[in-house]
């Protein structure tokens, strides 16, 4: 889960509707599972559980984070409280053994209606690690199927004797109601396909062009939280840049330093670094 720094009110964004003002300033990005919100997106006040309609305003503005309808379907009604951790206030990316969540490629077989074979394929779990981390993939149901759509809602319950489905087509269904696992697991297998070239490249002049196509993939598939997993380990001064945030030493001077690259650093609004190896950078704002 990408960490985000909460930029102050700005009095532009009552003239906006509360979800477009949390998406300009922390990006189009859903706050939980890190889709990219490409139509539907709803502001959603972490401290009291509800989705927040109408004008954007400064009273509720301190809670406000930005969810996709799955995200939002299945946190609707429910007061975070206490033990959950949310992006905007909570250390929800980490390096190393002490992440607060990791990715896993897990076998998932969905039986059918129709007496065939299931189907099996791999999808990208996020793996929590203790209580509040739990409690964040249960409240927004990270792992979980969260139907919106009525209408495949009502095809995936059709009577079997009426309308069979094989365990693909159940599986087709529901992913094309919550593509949430099916595209984490896209990012994870195009992070580790990167993670596979870099290895190849030789040069400064390749390695910043790798940098700039990674930049354009991460920003256009979201999912900022698997790339930064699978690939700072690859080279984390490289990859940081890519991601949007200058590397952990801020300073233009030392060694390694890289410019983020503009698309990521724009498209990641407000992403925090302080997961980064010391010094802290300066938070990354628009
Ligand atoms: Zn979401």
Redesign the pocket.
Known sequence: MRPVARPPWNPRWAALSASHAVAAALGEY?S??E?PLLSKRIAWNASTGEAVTGRARPADWGDLLV??P??ARAAAGRAPGGTVLLPDRDATFALGPGAPFSDELRTVEVAGTDGGEPDVTERVFVVPNGDAAAGTVQL?GLNTAQQVDSRLRLALHADPAEMPLSGEQRRQLTELDDP?LMLRTAAWEHAKDAAVAYRQLTGDAALASWALLLAHAISSRGFWSVWAAVLTEVDLPLVTSALGLPPGSADPKAPGYRLPVAVAAHAFKATRGDWLPSPSPTTEQD
């Open positions: 859903c939980a599972c889709i969810l996709c799955h995200c927004f949430r």
